[in-house]
Each structure stands twice: as C-alpha cells, then as structure tokens.
C-alpha cells in the first residue's frame, strides 16, 4: 500500500536550522509528492512549500529565503530544509502527495506528521 513517513522534526531554537524528510514507499512514485504543509492547533493547515511546473518551486511569503524544498531520486525522499528557524514556524509538518488520472479523477495522500518547536 501507499506509504508517507515524515521525519527530522525535533526542539530547536531560534535561528537554528531542521531538515525534514518525506520517504515515499509502495506505488506512489516521488513525482507524486507535491509538497509540504503544516498545521498549529485550532488552524487550518497550510501550504508552505511546493514543486510547480515539474521540479520548479513555490513557497508561502513567510518562509521564503529560508526554506528549500526538493527532491531526491536517488533515495525517493523529499527534503524540506528550514533555516533560521522562527516561533512562528512551530506545527506539525505533513507530506502530501498526489495521484492523478487521465479521467480527472485524483487521490490524495498524507503522513503521519513530525512535530517541530521553535522556541528559546
């Protein structure tokens, strides 16, 4: 079956850097990963980081300049690199992936989360 595992979360403070990683096993394909959302309780989650146009890039205004996102075909692993890590960067994480057909017809796929803190 599809499976997304996100990990690299942790406590860090202010300033510091994490580097979150999407691991993508069974069918879906690393081209199917789409991007990165997080999400802080009692909010709607939100896209922070995306591939557009193929490998092409698009990122929230708040974390651009700071975060990269990319993939790695060699290990099937998307990678979220977070640097000069803020309080208001702290949620919980997700991959999302995305699996569409000729029809129109598409599903979608989601991790379990990785926490990440920020905070002095």
């Known amino acids: 079956q599809v499976q997304l595992v996100e990990s690299g979360g942790g406590l860090v403070q202010p300033g510091e850097s994490l580097t979150l990683s999407c691991s993508a096993s069974?069918?879906?394909?690393?081209?199917?990963?789409m991007g990165w959302y997080r999400q802080v309780p009692g909010t709607p989650r939100e896209l922070v980081a995306s591939?557009?146009?193929?490998?092409?890039?698009d990122y929230i205004d708040s974390v651009k300049g700071r975060f990269t996102i990319s993939r790695d075909y060699a290990k099937n692993i998307v990678n979220l690199q977070m640097n000069s890590l803020k309080p208001e960067d702290t949620a919980v994480y997700y991959c999302?992936?995305?699996?569409?057909?000729?029809?129109?017809?598409?599903?979608?796929?989601w991790g379990q989360g990785t926490q990440v803190t920020v905070s002095s």
């Open positions: 999302h992936a995305k699996r569409t057909y000729s029809s129109g017809y598409s599903q979608d796929y």
């Open positions: 069974g069918s879906i394909q690393i081209r199917e990963i």
């Open positions: 591939f557009t146009n193929g490998d092409h890039t």
